[in-house]
């Protein structure tokens, strides 16, 4: 199973980026996906995730307005649109797959992950 996050990079402060996860080795549209991040010194928090169809969000305080989940299931990937960024988005965000429905914002809950991709903020 590879989950390959893509789009990272440095981005001015009221800027967007658009995060992109392929997944391979597993059967996609089975998989509920999500997005956390890790800011250096803090635990890995939940960001959004999104349901197997794409019909259900979850979304977590700080992303709520902001940034967006969608999925391609014919391209087995999922992806996180942020606008208005903030220094305190700045983070290594990583996409994660669990079996079943996305209401879940633990991270023992995901079975899968990707390595991850740096979000760097400037103020």
């Known amino acids: 199973v590879q989950l390959q996050a893509s789009g990272g990079g440095l981005v001015q402060s009221g800027g967007s980026l658009r995060l992109s996860c392929a997944v391979s080795?597993?059967?996609?549209?089975?998989?509920?996906m999500a997005w956390f991040r890790q800011a250096p010194g803090k635990e890995r928090e939940f960001v959004l995730s999104?349901?197997?169809?794409?019909?259900?969000?979850d979304y977590a305080d700080s992303a709520k307005g902001r940034f967006t989940v969608s999925r391609d299931n014919a391209k087995n990937t999922v992806y996180l649109q942020m606008n208005s960024l903030k220094p305190e988005d700045t983070a290594v965000y990583s996409c994660?797959?669990?079996?079943?429905?996305?209401?879940?914002?633990?991270?023992?809950?995901?079975?899968?992950w990707g390595q991850g991709t740096l979000v760097t903020v400037s103020s």
């Open positions: 994660a797959a669990r079996y079943g429905p996305q209401t879940f914002p633990l991270p023992s809950d995901w079975y899968y």
């Open positions: 080795g597993i059967t996609f549209r089975m998989y509920s």
């Open positions: 999104i349901s197997q169809s794409g019909d259900r969000t």
